[in-house]
T-cell receptor
Framework: TQLLEQSPQFLSIQEGENLTVYCNSS?????LQWYRQEPGEGPVLLVT?????EVKKLKRLTFQFGDARKDSSLHITAAQPGDTGLYLC?????????FGTGTSLTVIP | SQTIHQWPATLVQPVGSPLSLECTVE??????LYWYRQAAGRGLQLLFY??????ISSEVPQNLSASRPQDRQFILSSKKLLLSDSGFYLC???????????FGPGTRLTVL
């Protein structure tokens, strides 16, 4: 079983602060995906990282894939209330996808 | 473009009643299809996945079953619901060669 551990599990910050969410595994993945999910809705894909060491930016969000392709991070700059949600990382293995334990982010106005 | 539909959006059922949740995908052919269950605010538990019509793989022994009668249709069923079947059910698809999944809007199931 390829486990993906996310930290922190819960995060509550003030608007304008920066934060980093981590996704770690003991297994190598060909790629990792990050999703954001709002209550009562399905997860929405934010980004896929494929190459070890890759950095992708999506407005105020910066995603990095570890050199060994076992971990990834999501950094949010100047968080906004609209960033509130559950952040999930996921990695493919054959026909399956393994999901992280999730990070619940609350940005307080 | 591809779209994925799930229905119903919410469902309240008594213990012991049957269940049928449906998922359909548009705009793609021969997708891999998945059913997940999610506890409140937590990660996703894979229940079933399918790589083709009539091909179902089950990940967790449970009170549920899945079927894929058509290429882009995936159904989650139960003959008799248990209280523990309550949860948020998500359907997803991926291309057979891609490394990304796309999710439907989900079904909130409450068993009373």
């Amino acid at each position: 079983t390829q486990l993906l551990e996310q930290s922190p599990q819960f995060l509550s910050i003030q608007e304008g602060e920066n934060l980093t969410v981590y996704c770690n595994s003991s297994s190598v993945f060909s790629s990792l995906q990050w999703y954001r999910q709002e209550p009562g809705e399905g997860p929405v894909l934010l980004v896929t990282v494929v190459t070890g060491g890759e950095v992708k930016k999506l407005k105020r969000l910066t995603f990095q894939f570890g050199d060994a392709r076992k971990d990834s991070s999501l950094h949010i700059t100047a968080a906004q209330p609209g960033d509130t949600g559950l952040y999930l990382c996921a990695g493919p293995s054959g026909n399956q996808f393994y999901f992280g334990t999730g990070t619940s982010l609350t940005v307080i106005p | 473009s591809q779209t994925i539909h799930q229905w119903p959006a919410t469902l309240v059922q008594p213990v012991g009643s049957p269940l049928s949740l449906e998922c359909t995908v548009e705009g793609t052919s021969n997708p891999n299809l998945y059913w997940y269950r999610q506890a409140a605010g937590r990660g996703l538990q894979l229940l079933f996945y399918s790589v083709g019509i009539g091909q179902i793989s089950s990940e967790v022994p449970q009170n549920l079953s899945a079927s894929r009668p058509q290429d882009r249709q995936f159904i989650l069923s139960s003959k008799k619901l248990l209280l523990s079947d309550s949860g948020f059910y998500l359907c997803a698809w991926s291309s057979g060669t891609a490394d990304t999944q796309y999710f439907g809007p989900g079904t909130r199931l409450t068993v009373l």
